[in-house]
């Protein structure tokens, strides 16, 4: 049974619609992440989970408990939802332990009972030294830790996490990235994880949700949504892909097909019901190109070189295509300079199965 179900959510501000038939079942103990641009609703959704916004259609129900639909409201406060925000939202007068306290105390939950889960809770998120210390001397990455300990002492159901890393720097993120992901092994809570920032979202998720213009684009794991991307939009998003159009030119067989692209010939992976197409569009990634060294492949004049550590990222344009640009990744040293000519052939590729749908 789903323990999270987003049934058609749909949400307007005035006219415009800020979620549009939005539905995602999100399973017990899954980490889902709701991915997009900024913009494209995720707050929005995070907004009608946690019951700080009224639906105005479809449904939301965590087990069998109807939350939200236009004729029914269960206010925040009854839901059982913890909520991680990025701003931290620390009480500065008060230790850690008196914040991580606050929900149970507010709840009615008195000691020894109270310090127990307090107790717990601090040594969950590896804070067990830091019960009396005041939030404005801890790190960005503890204070996140705090206000994690503080959502989970109430035993919530369901933890809500808004963009909560967004204000640490890189090193910080990467490290609190490993903390939230076996934080989420430990406990088995289910999670909700609003981000736009795919790396995180890649790193921890489970199934990950992209959305744009309040349209839930694609619902999938992270290497499906990389490996078969739904439609041209999250092929782009994901993993800087490079969207073509292509011709194919044979029907799909063991789950691949012939297609002609810049007049070039490749074997691509597709859907096993792809239909034939001369107006098909393919997403490339950048490993899937090698550099040819015959005359065959697909020719291309070298843009701009940019060294990544060990690796070149080469910028190239097409001589059949000079409008289109591709990236490729070629190993030390350089194999070309800016303004040579040099051969591609292509390895591998994912024909887009809703090429329109997003355009
Ligand atoms: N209270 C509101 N009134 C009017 N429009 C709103 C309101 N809240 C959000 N919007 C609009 O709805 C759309 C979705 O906003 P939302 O905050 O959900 O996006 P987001 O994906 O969370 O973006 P970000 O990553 O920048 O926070 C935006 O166009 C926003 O301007």
Known sequence: MARLKIDRARKYFGSYTA??????????????????PSGCGKTTLLRQIAGFDKLDG??????????????????????KLGI?????????????????????????????????????????????GFAERRPGLLSGGQRQRVALARCLVTEPSLVLLDEPLANLDVHLRASM????SRFHERTGTTMV???????????????????????????????????????????????????????????PEAGHCKVDVLGVEAVMRCRSDQAASAQAKICLRARDFSIAQD???LAARVERLSYQGGYFRMEVRPLASEETVLHLDAPEPAPAAPGETI?????????????????
Do not use: C
């Open 19 to 36: 979620l549009d038939d939005v539905s995602i079942d999100v399973e017990d103990g899954e980490f889902i992440a709701v991915l997009g």
């Open 58 to 79: 479809g449904e939301i129900t965590i087990g069998d408990r109807l939350l939200s639909s236009p004729e029914r409201h269960v206010p925040p406060e009854h839901r």
């Open 84 to 128: 991680v925000f990025q701003s931290y939202a620390l009480w500065p007068h008060m230790s850690v332990a008196e914040n991580v306290a606050y929900g149970l105390t507010v709840a009615g939950v008195r000691d020894p009972e109270r310090a127990r889960r307090v107790a717990a809770a601090l040594d969950l998120v590896g804070l067990t």
């Open 177 to 180: 990235e490993e903390e939230f």
């Open 193 to 251: 994880y609003i981000t736009h920032d795919q790396a995180e979202a890649m790193a921890l998720a489970d199934r990950i949700a992209v959305m744009d213009r309040g349209r839930l684009l694609q619902l999938a794991s992270p290497s499906l949504l990389y490996r078969e991307p739904a439609n041209t939009t999250v092929a782009g998003f994901i993993g800087e892909g490079m969207v073509l159009p292509a011709r194919l030119l044979s029907k």
């Open 295 to 297: 005359e065959g492949g």
């Open 343 to 359: 051969r591609l052939s292509i390895r591998d590729g994912w024909v887009i199965p809703e090429a329109d749908l997003a355009a």
